[in-house]
């Protein structure tokens, strides 16, 4: 782990660690076919989150031929913040989130081979915001096609503290 997320993690509250990062969470829209997030006991099940910003998909094509793993990694630092947005419409405050399991699904190429390098952006960028909340188990797949053509989409499953 690099020393800035161990550095910006142990201090404050994690709206400011978000706001010192010089990061904001975004509304969601609303759909009227699946909800952004489903209670079950104490599981918050945040559904797919594309990197959205201002109702825009940000980038469209595969990782690996039309995106780079630089692009990607922010890509996937902004759907991480969706995916935080929806956690807190569950729960109230971001400091009552805790990331139990993330789920990256990149698409790329083949060849590709770097979905991990790519959900370590959206890993990191959890751990600066939530400290030891923020550390979860994960899992990235390269898939052939997302919605929309999104290189990019995070799925998560949170619990309140």
Do not use: K
């Not at 904001?24 to 489903?38: G, M, S, T």
């Amino acid at each position: 782990m690099s020393q800035s997320v161990t550095s910006v993690a142990s201090t404050g509250s994690a709206s400011d660690r978000l706001h010192a990062l010089g990061l904001d969470l975004p509304e969601l829209r609303d759909n009227p076919y699946y909800v952004h997030h489903r209670t079950v006991g104490s599981s918050i099940y945040i559904s797919g989150q594309l990197p959205y910003r201002d109702g825009w998909l940000l980038r469209q094509g595969t990782v690996g031929r039309d995106v780079g793993l630089e692009t990607a990694q922010e890509l996937a630092r902004h759907a991480a913040l969706n995916c935080l947005a929806a956690a807190v419409q569950a729960v109230g405050d971001l400091d009552r989130v805790r990331i139990v399991q993330m789920l990256v699904f990149v698409a790329s190429t083949p060849d590709f081979g770097q979905q991990s390098n790519v959900a370590n952006a959206a890993s990191e960028l959890l751990i600066q915001v939530l400290g030891e909340n923020g550390r979860h188990a994960r899992t990235a797949i390269g898939v052939a096609g997302l919605p929309l053509n999104t290189p990019v989409e995070i799925q998560m499953v949170c619990t309140a503290v």
